[in-house]
């Protein structure tokens, strides 16, 4: 009987039906997409219970376009109910705006500044503040035209994907100048208790005046004369006055930096070798078709495309440069991925050049020229600095003579570059002035010997030297 009745009441529930619910989500957001399976079945002491399965995936795009593309993909009698959580919250007339999605690997950021002021009118996909992570800086953009209502958070903050900042004001009505609600309340609190004390001290102050007075008037001036008296002792040291030094916090990312270049101190055993390099050929190969090379790619030949030429064919040379060590394995990378440090206001970035062996002269300066762009105004992503296999720095551009560079991890070997100075070299047995520059090679002991290192370093002096091998192969 009782299992009779069950049966009765499943079969009457309408499976097929489905609920699908989608709040409406705007052209220009991102969101969370979140799928629920109910599937009804039998639980203890016989009672029907449902069993709701949730999957979410985050980053996608969430407009009125792609939704309804997503809504169209589940047929009405699925048994999926589909919610899309928007990266902007809609209250009406006031519209929320949020942390965007960051990078699969990064799950935090600090709020580093606002770009807009409350009261200030803000367009569609316009930056109002950023973000700064371990590796790039996001712009948190407005979702909707109006006007900057309030800050719902503080400069230093550490935000998350989908965390409020903002609200703004379709219609532009009740902009205020403050900048957080967080930091009315604590105004206010503190403000309350002084005034009830101030009452109390009212009524104590009388009778602590009165005793004051009939005291002898000598103490004051004993508590007056030693300030001007005391005088620092010879044996004690100067030291500055605090006024004259202060203190700010570090960026996420120069705290990131510290710490990879920190790790790779105390993980590689870094050895580092050096060669000088004559650019006499190759500053006369770009001065003699400087012209011609900008007439047909439409960007300037400079040296860097030169040394990344050279560094591919050194790799090609000796691949255990190009290696790196994985515990107790050796990995062996079959493809050339140069890094090329590169320095900005806010730290030290390294955007990657892909397969940079299956690219020419102008494919690598229009890279470089490209990320390079990208990494001074803080728009690169974290994907345009993921991976590489070995790295090259050009100190020069800041006129460094000479240096030892730190191992990128978890790269075996980074290539130095430095600035380009006239010195006198004997050539064919006379003395004449030469543009060299010194190289230097930091690479893990651990897993390169010195003989391949060097072997490294001199091919890349024979390439520079003579750009000529790179056509012939030798």
Not at 47 to 55: A, F, G, N, P, Y
């Amino acid at each position: 009987m009782m299992w009779g009745t069950i049966r009765r009441r499943l079969a009457s529930r309408d499976s097929s039906k489905t609920q699908l619910q989608s709040k409406p989500a705007r052209d220009t957001s991102r969101g969370y997409i979140t799928i629920v399976i109910e599937k009804p079945f039998l639980g203890r002491d016989s009672k029907i219970v449902r069993k709701v399965i949730q999957q979410h995936y985050l980053g996608c795009q969430v407009s009125s376009r792609s939704a309804r593309d997503t809504i169209s993909l589940l047929q009405t009698n699925s048994p999926f109910h589909l919610w899309s959580r928007s990266f902007s919250s809609d209250n009406g007339d006031l519209v929320e705006a949020v942390v965007p999605f960051m990078g699969e690997s990064i799950t935090d950021g600090t709020l580093a500044k606002f770009l807009k002021q409350p009261g200030d009118r803000v367009e569609v996909d316009e930056p109002i503040a950023q973000v700064e992570t371990d590796k790039v800086t996001i712009d948190v953009a407005s979702p909707e035209a109006g006007v900057l209502q309030k800050f719902v958070a503080k400069e230093g903050d550490t935000v998350e994907p989908g965390v409020k900042i903002a609200v703004i004001s379709k219609s532009g009505e009740g902009a205020t100048s403050h900048v957080a609600p967080s930091e009315k309340t604590p105004s206010k609190a503190p403000s309350e208790p002084p005034k009830a004390e101030k009452e109390v001290t009212v009524e104590k102050q009388p009778p602590q005046v009165k005793e004051e007075t009939s005291l002898p008037k000598e103490k004051p001036k004993a508590f007056s004369a030693p300030p001007p008296s005391s005088k620092p002792s010879a044996s004690e040291p100067q030291l500055p006055p605090k006024d004259r030094e202060r203190r700010v916090p570090m960026t996420r990312l120069r705290k990131r930096v510290a710490t990879r270049l920190k790790d790779s101190q105390n993980t590689f055993a870094m050895l580092t070798t050096f060669n000088e390099v004559d650019m006499t050929n190759l500053m006369k190969l770009r001065s003699d078709y400087k012209d011609a090379f900008v007439e047909k790619h439409g960007v300037k030949l400079g040296l860097m495309s030169g040394f990344v030429k050279a560094a591919v064919s050194g790799l090609q040379n000796q691949p255990i440069i190009n290696a790196v060590i994985d515990g107790d394995d050796i990995i062996y990378r079959d493809y050339i991925d140069i890094s090329i440090a590169v320095g900005t206001p806010k730290g030290l970035v390294v955007p990657v050049i892909r397969n940079a062996d299956k690219m020419n002269f102008a494919e690598i300066e229009k890279e470089i020229n490209t990320l390079a762009k990208k990494a001074n105004d803080g728009s690169i992503s974290i994907d345009e600095m993921a991976g590489g296999s070995f790295t090259i720095s050009n100190g020069g551009v800041y006129g460094s003579l000479i240096s030892t560079p730190i191992i990128n991890p978890p790269q075996s070997a980074i290539l130095g570059m430095h600035s380009i100075v006239n010195r006198p070299m004997v050539v064919g047995g006379q003395v004449v002035p030469r543009p060299m520059m010194y190289t230097a090679l930091t690479y893990d002991h651990r897993l390169i010997d010195g003989r391949e290192a060097v072997f490294f370093l001199r091919r890349i002096k024979d390439v520079v030297e003579d750009p000529r091998r790179l056509l012939l192969d030798i």
